[in-house]
């Protein structure tokens, strides 16, 4: 057991050392120098979908479902589903969507978070969809970055593995 | 294009007629005056390791109270404390935390935390304890360290302010959804204006897209160029428009140099009544409005409604723009209309001297301009090129002929001084402050930033893709 961890004039070093031995010292301009420890924390939720449950088990039958309000002086559509209507707060009935929409915008990302980062690049997408007022965001694959457009035409797809997560569907550029 | 809803049309008719009728709330209320003494900020690093959040906070605290001989500890009656995220430093409650370091114990306090614009809500929150009797001397004070996590993780704490059933699991990414608001405001604005001549759809965005991402750059340069002048801030430095879009690209088409980073940092505030004003300082500064706005957390519930109106726009300037869909910022027109109204603005340019406001992006300070009603809906990009947003007598290395009519971050904002959440909306504060005292030269040691004569100013913090949006008007007091 050593007494004082190795001390370092860079914040970088220090970083390295944390994933080496767990401690390191950081000496910093002033000589002011601080103990920087490793400290990990993860957790697992028992995360119930609840009023969107319909929506994750749609997905696993390859079912895209979005809501509509069931007054029938409003009946806004959503093609993200909301269990209420954000318009007039009346309950709103599931309902199934088309499974081709139109990019109505899109992205490439070369970062995503530490979660996500072994998957970059990949496309986001936000999709309309005819009859719907809202819109849904979703992983758009299949394509690069050069094919992308606004109002190109994409369908959907659907793991036949469900994992039970948005991910269970994406787009790809329509045939 | 999706439908609009039908049912928007009554209550948004209702709703103007009422603003209409509304007058302006300061004389009408029984809202006391209030006014802010001090301020102090820490300089924003990527890391403080000799520092963690309380002993920040006190730093900042300390440099606030020594500006005012008069401020002693027990002058103050209690305080607000925001920062964004339990997640950074992995302390839960951290707020009580920095209370008793300061020693403020057992005074009243509450923490506040509002994403991207926590530091802004905090400002507010100040503000409300003093305009509505409870106090008579509030501290504001706000903080986060990034640092405790790696950048890519921080990403991550961040994206989980975004739903985390039908948003998040895609790649919990902000840039990404920012690049999804700014490739749609192209769209709307520039492939629809500049480009709409051109018949090849595909070519004409590109084009367009090209287009905006040169004029997003020329506010990455300004900023980070003013910012050269401020010692507090994070990244100063002068770039061309190239090295700004050859900077790494992030999420298309945002690059690193167009996106603010992770911070330490802390900045803390005093707001008191009047009279205390008086007797604590002979430069005060009056918060003469403010104003909040909301939207929907996910972009894709986003509604594709009508504008609502500054007072310099008629309806027929967007008969047809589905508004705010996902290229713009609904809460931050909401809070700007709230706050000049309370103010008695009609026509920002003019009435203010600068603002400081939340560019996280680069993209979204040109969202802001015309949210805040600096220009009309889709003038944004025009507006940037004329050069009203930038600082007279700094050479940016392009031409700026209007620079200095309507200055926007003259401190560098986000891109340049860094983002420690819970703390940036209280250094737009202590930095208008200081614009407004005439203090810049004394607090930064360069006169450069100081805009001469500044009597007015407008702070604006900024959450989560525009879901929460803060708008405070800051006055000379003297």
Do not use: N, Q
């Given at each position: 057991m050593r007494a004082r961890p190795p001390t370092y004039g860079k914040f970088r070093d220090v970083q390295a050392e944390l994933d080496k031995s767990g401690a390191a010292i950081f000496r910093d301009a002033d000589g002011v120098e601080s103990l920087v420890i490793r400290y990990p924390y993860s957790i697992s939720y028992i995360h119930s979908y609840a009023e969107d449950s319909p929506f994750f088990l749609g997905l696993a039958e390859g079912k895209l479902r979005g809501s509509k309000c069931r007054r029938p002086k409003c009946g806004f559509v959503f093609a993200t589903p909301r269990s209420h209507c954000m318009v007039c707060g009346a309950p709103t009935e599931w309902i199934d969507l088309p499974t081709s929409g139109r990019v109505h915008s899109w992205t490439t990302c070369h970062f995503g978070s530490e979660a996500f980062l072994k998957e970059t690049p990949y496309n986001l997408a936000m999709v309309e969809f005819d009859g719907a007022g809202s819109l849904m965001l979703v992983r758009l694959k299949d394509a690069v970055e050069s094919d992308l457009y606004v109002g190109m035409p994409v369908e959907a797809r659907f793991d036949p593995n469900p994992k039970y997560l948005v991910t269970d569907v994406w787009f790809v550029p329509k045939a | 294009?999706?439908?609009?809803?039908?049912?928007?049309?009554?209550?948004?008719?209702?709703?103007?007629?009422?603003?209409?009728?509304?007058?302006?709330?300061?004389?009408?209320?029984?809202?006391?005056?209030?006014?802010?003494?001090?301020?102090?900020?820490?300089?924003?690093?990527?890391?403080?390791?000799?520092?963690?959040?309380?002993?920040?906070?006190?730093?900042?605290?300390?440099?606030?109270?020594?500006?005012?001989?008069?401020?002693?500890?027990?002058?103050?009656?209690g305080t607000r404390i925001s920062y964004f995220s339990d997640h950074f430093s992995r302390q839960l409650k951290a707020a009580s935390m920095v209370q008793d370091y300061l020693g403020m114990n057992p005074k009243g306090s509450v923490r506040i935390e509002w994403g991207g614009a926590t530091g802004g809500e905090c400002f507010q929150a100040a503000y409300e304890a003093v305009a509505s009797g409870r106090m008579d001397v509030?501290?504001?004070?706000?903080?986060?360290?990034m640092s405790r996590v790696a950048t890519w993780k921080g990403n991550e704490f961040i994206a989980l302010a975004s739903d985390t059933n039908f948003d998040f699991p895609l790649g919990g990414f902000y840039t990404g959804y920012y690049a999804l608001m700014v490739v749609r405001h192209i769209y709307e604005y520039l492939r629809k204006?500049?480009?709409?001549?051109?018949?090849d759809e595909r070519e004409a965005q590109r084009l367009a897209i090209a287009e905006g991402s040169r004029i997003m750059s020329l506010v990455s340069v300004k900023n980070h160029l003013n910012a050269l002048h401020n010692p507090y801030a994070q990244y100063p430095k002068r770039l061309t428009v190239d090295d700004v879009l050859k900077s790494e690209m992030i999420s298309y088409p945002l690059t690193r140099e167009q996106i603010c980073t992770m911070s330490d940092g802390a900045a803390v505030v005093v707001l008191c009544t009047e009279e205390r004003a008086k007797e604590f300082t002979d430069r005060p500064v009056r918060v003469i409005?403010?104003?909040?706005?909301?939207?929907?957390?996910?972009?894709?519930?986003?509604?594709?409604?009508?504008?609502?109106?500054?007072?310099?726009?008629?309806?027929?300037?967007?008969?047809?723009?589905?508004?705010?869909?996902?290229?713009?910022?609904?809460?931050?027109?909401?809070?700007?209309?709230e706050a000049y109204r309370m103010a008695g603005i009609r026509d920002p340019n003019h009435e203010l001297d600068f603002i400081e406001l939340h560019d996280a992006y680069a993209s979204s300070e040109i969202q802001t301009y015309e949210d805040l009603g600096l220009c009309k809906y889709g003038e944004g990009y025009g507006f940037t090129e004329k050069g009203d947003p930038f600082l007279k007598g700094i050479d940016y290395g392009f031409p700026t002929p209007r620079a200095g009519e309507i200055p926007v971050n003259p401190s560098g904002g986000l891109i340049a001084c860094g983002h420690p959440v819970g703390a940036t909306g209280l250094m737009q504060g202590v930095f208008a402050f200081w614009q407004l005292q005439g203090t810049i030269a004394k607090h930064f040691g360069d006169p450069a930033l100081q805009i001469k004569d500044a009597r007015r100013g407008a702070i604006h913090s900024h959450a989560g893709t525009g879901s929460a949006v803060t708008v405070s008007i800051l006055e000379r007091g003297f």
């Open positions: - | 294009m999706p439908a609009r809803p039908k049912a928007r049309a009554k209550p948004r008719a209702a709703a103007k007629a009422a603003s209409k009728e509304r007058p302006a709330l300061t004389p009408t209320t029984k809202a006391r005056k209030v006014f802010m003494v001090t301020g102090g900020v820490t300089k924003f690093a990527k890391a403080h390791p000799a520092m963690d959040f309380r002993l920040m906070v006190k730093r900042a605290y300390d440099y606030a109270v020594k500006e005012i001989p008069g401020l002693t500890k027990d002058r103050i009656d509030c501290l504001g004070a706000g903080y986060e360290t204006g500049k480009f709409a001549h051109i018949k409005g403010v104003g909040t706005g909301t939207d929907t957390m996910r972009l894709a519930d986003r509604p594709f409604g009508k504008v609502p109106l500054m007072p310099k726009e008629r309806a027929s300037d967007y008969d047809e723009l589905p508004y705010p869909g996902i290229h713009s910022f609904r809460a931050g027109r909401a809070a700007g209309l």
